[in-house]
């Protein structure tokens, strides 16, 4: 079946430019994550939804960044007044929402701000 | 979500068996063992995961220490596209929240 896709694949934007990224999970799965991945590093988590509620938003910098999941699939993930340090891979990932259940991984969008 | 640790980097020659070790001291008794792997420019991939008894699937094997403090992914024989970052990462059993991911292990292969 189809995996995670996420669109765009690469988005290039200006400092103080405002970008949606988009997640479309796997059908069926009730959980949908969003990490952001920084050259070098580990993927970093940004915020959770069990549905279309937020479960964890604890992984946010800060308030420039926003995340919906209005219907329980489709996210969207917004930031606001984009920054140079906001570039970095945006990967988002769905689950089945089980206990220690496995996360399935979209190809991610890597976001450059110049 | 308990911490784990791993060696920076490996290497491997081609067609041999690597195995890649985590310690994960303070596990507790109700956490799984995962591991996951990021080909170049992918998302994280899941390899194979465990409780408690050694484990085996067609990508790789899990072998978990009898006092759970460490485990080994084997990969039985080294391709050209197992090159990757493998992370190992402890997953509580009656949580399915977020994945917290360490540094994990640059593996390159040699041919």
């Known amino acids: 079946g189809a995996g995670v896709s996420q669109t765009p694949s690469n988005k290039v934007t200006e400092k103080g430019k405002y970008v949606e990224l988009r997640c479309d999970p796997i059908?069926?799965?009730?959980?949908l994550y969003w990490y952001r991945q920084s050259l070098g590093q580990g993927p970093e988590f940004l915020i959770y939804f069990q549905g279309t509620g937020a479960a964890d938003d604890s992984g946010l910098p800060n308030d420039r960044f926003f995340a919906v999941r209005p219907e329980g699939s489709v996210s969207t993930l917004k930031i606001q007044r984009t920054e140079r340090g906001d570039s970095a891979v945006y990967l988002c990932?769905?689950?089945?929402?089980?206990?220690?259940?496995?996360?399935?991984f979209g190809p991610g969008t890597r976001l450059t701000v110049l | 979500d308990a911490k784990t640790t791993q060696p920076n980097s490996m290497e491997s020659n081609e067609e041999e068996p690597v195995h890649l070790p985590c310690n994960h001291s303070?596990?507790?008794?109700?956490?799984?063992i995962h591991w996951y792997r990021q080909l170049p420019s992918q998302g994280p991939e899941y390899v194979i995961h465990?409780?408690?008894s050694n484990v085996n699937n067609r990508m790789a094997s899990l072998a978990i220490a009898e006092d759970r403090k460490s485990s080994t992914l084997i990969l039985h024989r080294a391709t050209l596209r197992d090159a990757a970052v493998y992370y190992c990462i402890l997953r509580g059993g009656t949580s399915y929240d977020k994945v917290i991911f360490g540094p994990g292990t640059s593996l390159s292969v040699i041919p």
């Open positions: 990932a769905s689950s089945l929402m089980v206990p220690a259940d496995t996360q399935y």
């Open positions: 465990g409780l408690t």
């Open positions: 303070t596990i507790s008794g109700t956490d799984y």
């Open positions: 059908s069926g799965h009730t959980a």
